[in-house]
């Protein structure tokens, strides 16, 4: 089935969402605390407010699911899933680390994403079938296959800290060419354009993880969960590019 559509109107929606989104973040705009102790602020409100009415709009049937509370039940087995603006302590901090992040779930299967990044005027986007892009040139992940000349990304230390691998953790770092950590995110997409090698992240929603997983796999890439399966809503996951698949299976089911 022919998803082209759906990324063009995702593209857009995503764009223009941006937009809304930089004209708080140029201004400076201060955060609540949620019951999660994750931060929310009136542009991330604002911004999901925006996608949901255009979906509605471009898609009515469509079920959707947002991280600020957003939830429409699906008519026809589709459902957007959307994160207004992921990495919302960099957006309150001034970062330019954040990004509005839009996937389309079909039956079970995330089959277009977009991951747009107004502060880094850096857009990926990727349909199933029709590979990865990144303002509109084609991605793909890297060829590296050894641990010593990898890029490692590693996202919220002290969870991994107290998981299972936790006391392994330095030790195994310490085996890699260099690690990077810019937030879930950037560090994903790096992986995605075979600028680093693999990412670590053990603590996600799905909001978080639904359009980094079509980008990652259309760029050639591997995603799984800590526990080998390969769902958005596993609550962690790796990605990697395939000469890495082996290694960090290893090390996360151990």
Not at 42 to 64: L, Y
Not at 190 to 210: F, I
Request: net charge negative.
């Amino acid at each position: 089935m022919d998803f082209s559509r759906e990324l063009e109107t995702a593209l857009a929606i995503a764009v223009r969402a941006g937009e809304i989104a930089l004209r708080y973040w140029e201004k400076g705009v201060s955060a609540e605390t949620k019951e999660d102790e994750s931060p929310v602020t009136i542009a991330d409100r604002e911004c999901e407010r925006f996608i949901a009415e255009q979906f509605e709009s471009a898609f009515p049937c469509d079920g959707m699911l947002g991280e600020e509370g957003l939830s429409k039940v699906s008519g026809n087995g589709r459902r957007w899933i959307i994160d207004p603006i992921d990495g919302t302590r960099d957006f309150v901090r001034a970062n330019r680390m954040w990004a509005n992040l839009l996937a389309l779930e079909a039956d079970g299967e995330v089959v277009a994403g977009v991951c747009h990044f107004p502060a880094l005027q850096e857009t990926y986007s990727a349909v199933i079938g029709g590979g990865a892009y990144c303002n509109g040139h084609r991605i793909h992940v890297s060829s590296i296959a050894e641990v010593k000349q990898s890029v490692l990304c590693i996202n919220d230390f002290g969870s991994l800290s107290r998981s299972r691998f936790g006391p392994r953790l330095l030790d195994w770092m310490a085996e890699f060419w260099a690690i990077r950590n810019m937030g879930g995110g950037p560090d994903a997409m790096l992986v995605a354009s075979g600028r680093a090698d693999a990412w670590l992240e053990p603590h996600a929603k799905p909001w978080d993880l639904a359009p980094i997983k079509i980008v990652t796999e259309e760029a050639g890439g591997c995603f799984f969960n800590l526990d080998g399966g390969a769902s958005i809503y596993g609550g962690d996951c790796v990605t990697c590019a395939p000469g890495l698949e082996a290694e960090m299976r290893r090390f996360v089911s151990t």
